[in-house]
């Protein structure tokens, strides 16, 4: 935690400021209470790959179960718009076109939210901007609805980024949750194109590592999920993005596979945690899916 503070102060006295959390350890909460009183615009997409006839389809995801926790809890909270991608819709176009789409709509002070399920890979980094040689990207579809070529169809973290700053307005909060592997740094934060904007990412893993389905969802998604169960009860007064990543911590310690380790990361630029309204708080009483009639997972190897 010291040693993530001290990379706080250092970066935020440079003209970027940028906020990089410690791989699955806990950040500093703070006692401030708040509900979000702007606008949220959301945008939902998942795939699972059922209709790709390469390697993608051989295995198809869980992802399905995911996808409608975030639709359970878009309605639980009662954002203002929501637009869902599923599956064949999901090409690099529509969803750069969707990104636009809903990202438009946000004003100074609104929450811009993206949430992800499907698969993330690394890709050659194609301009040098990478320290490790590798893109993160999303893993998108053709207007076939193949996941091949993938240099023609997936969705990298620049072009990605770049949409995202293209479409928000820039007094606006950008929050990215994304529930694949390879996704730690997605958003990018540390492009000159984010300088003077707030956002943060909360991923399933780090670059480097996968991010594990349960056979009802991806661990990421459901440990979202029940932590802001859990928050709903004992916050009245709101919670910061902070406390939400603690909690969805705590969550996935509890279920986690003995035999598979991942990093559920955070980073941020401009704002910290702390700092950062959660948007997604429930208006009306709320158990998500992974309390109930998705409880059960598979514990394979265990």
């Known amino acids: ?120 890979d690394a890709m050659p980094d194609d301009d040098g901007d990478e320290d490790d040689g590798f893109d993160s990207a999303l893993c998108l579809v053709g207007p076939d609805g193949q996941v091949e070529p993938r240099h023609e169809v997936w969705l990298r973290d620049d072009d990605f980024a770049e949409a995202v700053v293209n479409a928000v307005d820039a007094g606006a909060h950008v929050l990215v949750l994304a529930d694949c592997c390879h996704s730690g740094t997605i958003l990018d934060v540390t492009k000159p194109i984010w300088r003077g ?21 991806g661990m990421f998604s459901r440990a979202l999920t029940r932590a802001i169960q859990d928050l709903q009860t004992e916050s009245g007064d709101g919670y910061m993005t902070s406390t939400v990543y603690n909690r969805t911590l705590a969550k996935y310690r509890e279920c986690k596979y003995a035999s598979h380790t991942q990093d559920i990361t955070i980073h941020g630029c401009g704002v910290l945690p702390q700092q950062f309204v959660w948007p997604l708080q429930p208006v009306t009483p709320y158990v998500t899916l992974a309390n109930t009639q998705y409880r059960s997972m598979d514990f394979p190897g265990q």
Not at 36 to 61: C, F, S
Not at 96 to 114: P, Y
Request: aromatic content about 8%.
């Open 197 to 217: 904007r707030k956002a943060l990412s909360i991923t399933g893993c780090s670059d480097k590592q996968t991010s594990v389905g349960t056979g009802k969802g």
């Open 1 to 120: 935690m010291d040693d993530c503070l001290r990379c706080i102060g250092c970066c935020f006295g440079q003209t970027q400021q940028i906020f990089n959390g410690d791989p699955n350890e806990d950040i500093t909460e703070t006692d401030e209470q708040e509900m979000p009183e702007a606008n949220v615009h959301m945008l939902i997409t998942g795939l699972d790959y059922k209709g790709d006839r390469n390697w993608a389809g051989q295995n198809p995801l869980d992802t399905i179960y995911a996808f409608q926790m975030m639709e359970q809890l878009a309605t639980a909270c009662n954002v203002t718009s929501v637009k869902k991608m599923w599956n064949a819709e999901c090409t690099k176009e529509a969803m750069l076109d969707a990104i636009e789409e809903v990202g438009s709509k946000c004003e100074e002070g609104d929450f811009f939210v993206f949430y992800y399920t499907g698969h993330g």
